[in-house]
Structures are given as C-alpha cells and as structure tokens.
C-alpha cells in the first residue's frame, strides 16, 4: 500500500502544472504576388492564432508586389490585429518590393534575412491600358505617399525613407534598412529569429507584450487545393499560357464550327487568364496586338495574301506577347521562353491551317459535273463536232473543243469543260 502511494506521488510530481499551456508561433508563408489570394491567407493565418492563442504571428515573406486593393487590405489586417504580426523577409534572395513594402511596414516587427532587399514601391497603372494620365498618376502616387507616411510614423519607423521609396522607387539592403530604421533587425534563419524575437517588447493598442517564443511549438499555415490554384493562376506565365491557349481554341472553334470542344475549353482558358491579368499590370496596347494577330490569321484563309497577312500575324503576336505585361512593374514579366514557344505552336498551327486552306481552293473539284474536267473516256461514236463518249462506265452527250480534229469512234478522249450536261472534249494522249 505505502509502495503504490509513492508510485501514485510520482506521477502527480512528473505531470505538469495545468496552468502551464505549451507557447505556438504561427507561420504563414506568402510568396509572389500580392493578391485577393495571399490576403485571404492572411486573414485565415490570424484567426487561427488567435483561436489557439499563439504569441505571435510570422509572416514569412518574398513578394515583388501586386494589386492595390489587396495590399490595403492586408495592411489594415495587419494594424487591427490583436496579436503581434512579425513579417520577416526571408530566405536570402528574397525581397519585399512594393506592395510588399507596405505590408512591412505595417508590422509590428519588420525583420530582414541578409541578401534581402525593399522597396521600390512606386505604384503602377494595373488592368486594362496599362498606363495613366499624368494628372492621374500624380493623384495615384501622392494617395500611396501619404498612406505609407501613416503607416511609418504609426509605427515609428523612418518616414521620409518611405515616402521617397513611393516616389523615386528606391531600394534598401537588409543592412541599409536596419541602419535606417525601416525593420527592427535582421535574422539570418527561423532559429535566429525567434531567438531576437523572445522577450521583446511589443505594443498593442496602448499595451506593451513580451513575446515569450523561447521553445514555442512552430505552426505552419498550410495552403488549401483551392488556394494553390488561385495563387498559381496569379502567375504572369500562367495568364499568358491561358490567354493565348483560350484564344487559339475560339479561333479553332470558328474554323470548325460544331466540333464544341475547342470552343468551351478556349472560353474557359479565357475566362481564367482574364482573373489572372486583373491583378497584373498588362498593357492593352499588348492584348490588342495579340487579338489583332488572330485576326490577320483568320482573314489568311477567308481571302488568301499568299503570306503577307501571316507575316504580320506573327509581327503582331511577337510583339503583343512581349508588351503583354507593363514595363513599368520591373519584377513582374513574362518568361521570354514562353514567348518564344507559345508564338512558335500558335504561328505554326495556323500556317498549317492556312496552308491547308489555300490547297483546298486552288484543287479542282472532285464531285459534280466539275469533277468531270481532265477525265479521260472512249468515243462511242465519231465526233465531228456532235458525238458520244464513254467516261467512268457512262454515256455522255460530247462537243468537240473548237478547233480540234475530228474523233473518231474507239479513240481517247479528254474533257476539257462542262457545258450544261453536255462535255466539251478534246483527243487524249
């Protein structure tokens, strides 16, 4: 009995204290572009940190920017949060251009991994044109100016930096960053990170926290199928592979009407690429050419050129490919590859097309009394210019072609034309 109450106090001793509650950190990963995508997972990362009542979130982040409306978005997630939302740049090589410097700065701690850079946050015209007025654009970029102002004086870091990273487009090594006091440090992986991060002092509203991250159980937010294919629709290679595949496959549709299936699978590629180039900064002058291509195609084998309009198709599609996308948004671009072997598939299908096209026209009939023209028969009787052949097994009515000589019955013949039901004729040989 003495034996089983000692055993009994160990186990009570071993157990640990029901007050004592295991300490998560909650990490969201957000790579590419800033979309109506990465803010969904950045709501869905905070609500399950605060569900679990982790100490803080990390969001580990590599972006070159994105649409506007998400970016404001995220920054506003970021501001209200009632837990602490670190955003830590990383792994080296990566960086936080534009959009991805406002949601930086918003943050309640802005970390860099070494062999990172940001900024370059001057805004860019996205959707249809591709550009702005200059009355416009100086709206646009004095509203950005003035909105990372806030951000910056909100949470004390250097404002004047950030106001000429909108207007200049400049850019900060991690070191620069830190010596400017755009982030708070910089940590070479995770473990280091978390290491600087405990114990440090964060405000909330009008609290100070103290991060308590030492040994914390790491919780990765993983992402759903439904989100890996909107995050991969946001790629500009993808868009561009669905545009020009949608448009193909209504081309193909119009050349064989009722096959159905090119047409639906073009209307679908269409209408993806079409979500996909909302949140890109593409040039309608570059969608135009690309249209204007298939167009040029098209009227090839309604009304043959014998190869200029082709030329131009493929001038037209070369260059509407590689002005698809703004030059202005400096790290977003189509992978010139793609190009290269999206116009060499596309051109080549539709010379092939074409080429089939313009045989067809120029082939002399097969059925009908027009198939008839360069068929070889027999005379069944003289003709002189009146007289009868036989020709595939039938007897026809035949003139003589003028100016030829008499033939005679048993003597190969060649018709030469149809007039009516009767054959204009002419000796074979």
Same mark, same amino acid.
């Given at each position: 009995?003495?034996?089983?109450?000692?055993?009994?106090?160990?186990?009570?001793?071993?157990?640990?204290?029901?007050?004592?509650?295991?300490?998560?950190?909650?990490?969201?990963?957000?790579? &590419?572009?800033?979309?109506?995508?990465?803010?969904?997972?950045?709501?869905?990362?905070?609500?399950?940190?605060?569900?679990?009542?982790?100490?803080?979130?990390?969001?580990?982040?590599?972006?070159?920017?994105?649409?506007?409306?998400?970016?404001?978005?995220?920054?506003?997630?970021?501001?209200?949060?009632?837990?602490?939302?670190?955003?830590?740049?990383?792994?080296?090589?990566?960086?936080?251009?534009?959009?991805?410097?406002?949601?930086?700065?918003?943050?309640?701690?802005?970390?860099?991994?070494?062999?990172?850079?940001?900024?370059?946050?001057?805004?860019?015209?996205?959707?249809?044109?591709?550009?702005?007025?200059?009355?416009?654009?100086?709206?646009?970029?004095?509203?950005?100016?003035?909105?990372?102002?806030?951000?910056?004086?909100?949470?004390?870091?250097?404002?004047?930096?950030?106001?000429?990273?909108?207007?200049?487009?400049?850019?900060?090594?991690?070191?620069?960053?830190?010596?400017?006091?755009?982030?708070?440090?910089?940590?070479?992986?995770?473990?280091?990170?978390?290491?600087?991060?405990?114990?440090?002092?964060?405000?909330?509203?009008?609290?100070?926290?103290?991060?308590?991250?030492?040994?914390?159980?790491?919780?990765?937010?993983?992402?759903?199928?439904?989100?890996?294919?909107?995050?991969?629709?946001?790629?500009?290679?993808?868009?561009?592979?669905?545009?020009?595949?949608?448009?193909?496959?209504?081309?193909?549709?119009?050349?064989?009407?009722?096959?159905?299936?090119?047409?639906?699978? &073009?209307?679908?590629?269409?209408?993806?690429?079409?979500?996909?180039?909302?949140?890109?900064?593409?040039?309608?002058?570059?969608?135009?050419?690309?249209?204007?291509?298939?167009?040029?195609?098209?009227?090839?084998?309604?009304?043959?050129?014998? &190869?200029?309009?082709?030329?131009?198709?493929?001038?037209?599609?070369?260059?509407?490919?590689?002005?698809?996308?703004?030059?202005?948004?400096?790290?977003?671009?189509?992978?010139?590859?793609?190009?290269?072997?999206?116009?060499?598939?596309?051109?080549?299908?539709?010379?092939?097309?074409?080429?089939?096209?313009?045989?067809?026209?120029?082939?002399?009939?097969?059925?009908?009394?027009?198939?008839?023209?360069?068929? %070889?028969?027999?005379?069944?009787?003289?003709?002189?210019?009146?007289?009868?052949?036989?020709?595939?097994?039938?007897?026809?009515?035949?003139?003589?072609?003028?100016?030829?000589?008499?033939?005679?019955?048993?003597?190969?013949?060649?018709?030469?034309?149809?007039?009516?039901?009767?054959?204009?004729?002419? %000796?074979?040989?």
């Amino acid at each position: 009995m003495a034996k089983k109450k000692r055993m009994m106090a160990l186990l009570f001793i071993a157990a640990p204290s029901s007050g004592e509650e295991k300490k998560i950190v909650q990490i969201l990963k957000l790579e &590419g572009l800033i979309s109506p995508v990465a803010a969904e997972r950045l709501d869905k990362a905070l609500r399950i940190a605060t569900e679990k009542k982790a100490e803080c979130l990390i969001v580990q982040l590599d972006t070159p920017g994105g649409l506007d409306t998400s970016m404001r978005q995220m920054v506003k997630t970021i501001m209200n949060s009632e837990i602490p939302i670190i955003v830590y740049i990383s792994p080296k090589g990566a960086r936080a251009a534009s959009a991805g410097l406002f949601i930086t700065l918003a943050s309640h701690i802005a970390v860099m991994a070494p062999g990172t850079n940001i900024g370059a946050a001057h805004p860019v015209a996205l959707g249809i044109g591709g550009g702005l007025s200059k009355e416009m654009e100086e709206k646009v970029v004095n509203d950005a100016s003035a909105y990372i102002k806030s951000i910056a004086q909100e949470r004390g870091r250097d404002v004047e930096w950030a106001e000429k990273a909108v207007r200049e487009s400049v850019s900060l090594t991690a070191e620069e960053a830190l010596e400017l006091g755009i982030i708070d440090f910089i940590a070479e992986d995770m473990e280091e990170l978390l290491e600087k991060l405990d114990e440090r002092s964060v405000q909330i509203a009008k609290t100070h926290l103290s991060l308590e991250v030492k040994g914390a159980d790491l919780d990765y937010t993983k992402m759903t199928f439904r989100e890996k294919v909107l995050q991969t629709l946001a790629d500009p290679n993808i868009a561009y592979i669905l545009l020009m595949v949608g448009i193909l496959g209504i081309a193909l549709e119009f050349f064989h009407p009722g096959v159905f299936l090119p047409g639906i699978s &073009g209307a679908i590629c269409l209408i993806l690429s079409f979500f996909a180039l909302q949140i890109l900064p593409f040039s309608l002058a570059g969608l135009l050419l690309i249209i204007l291509a298939i167009v040029l195609f098209v009227l090839e084998v309604e009304v043959p050129s014998y &190869g200029a309009l082709t030329i131009g198709g493929i001038i037209a599609l070369t260059l509407g490919s590689l002005m698809l996308i703004s030059p202005s948004a400096i790290y977003i671009s189509i992978s010139l590859k793609y190009i290269v072997t999206m116009v060499a598939v596309i051109s080549s299908i539709f010379i092939f097309i074409i080429s089939f096209a313009i045989k067809a026209q120029f082939r002399k009939p097969v059925t009908g009394l027009e198939g008839l023209v360069g068929s %070889k028969g027999v005379a069944k009787s003289e003709i002189s210019p009146k007289g009868k052949i036989q020709i595939h097994g039938e007897i026809w009515n035949a003139l003589l072609e003028e100016g030829e000589e008499v033939i005679k019955k048993g003597e190969e013949v060649e018709v030469v034309k149809v007039e009516g039901m009767r054959l204009v004729v002419k %000796k074979g040989g």
